[in-house]
């Protein structure tokens, strides 16, 4: 799934904000949105689906794609849409700390190495941080003993 913003209407203190979002399956359907989010509710404006759904699929739409729009507007704007609760203003989850986030930074930076991948990148999508707190969580990996030291001493 994506949710990419396609514009967006200030009047006074409210904004309607419009999203194009679109569905793809394994099987290769689709689905092409165009939600609007506005005093925090989801309405849905035009809808395009290869091939065609049902109306209960059709009906259950709006649920599909709430949670993504939701990451979308506080992403965006930096608020939380009403009604969501207090959640934060990121839409990263809250990972897991010490050593249990060590041995996951470890883990994804060792899969990624075996894959030929970035391994720092890696990390910064298993935790949703930057590249900067993400070598440091690499960094503290390393001091723990999970992974292999970056020079060897002399």
């Not at 990148?121 to 930057?130: F, K, P, R, Y």
Request: glycine share 10%; hydrophobic share 40%.
């Amino acid at each position: 799934m994506s949710v990419r913003p396609a514009w967006e209407v200030r009047e006074n203190e409210d904004a309607t904000r419009w999203f194009d979002v679109r569905l793809a399956f394994t099987d290769g359907a689709h689905v092409d949105a165009l939600a609007v989010v506005a005093g925090g509710c989801v309405g849905v404006e035009d809808v395009r689906a290869q091939p065609a759904l049902s109306l209960d699929d059709l009906a259950v739409l709006a649920d599909w794609i709430e949670d993504s729009l939701v990451e979308a507007c506080c992403a965006g704007a930096g608020t939380i849409p009403e009604g969501r609760g207090a959640q934060g203003r990121r839409a990263r989850p809250a990972g897991p700390r010490g050593a249990e986030g060590r041995w996951l930074v470890a883990r994804e930076y060792r899969a990624a190495q075996q894959d030929g991948a970035d391994p720092v990148l890696a990390v910064m999508c298993a935790t949703g941080h930057s590249r900067r707190k993400s070598l440091r969580l690499i960094g503290q990996a390393r001091d723990a003993g999970l992974l292999t030291p970056r020079r060897a001493r002399r």
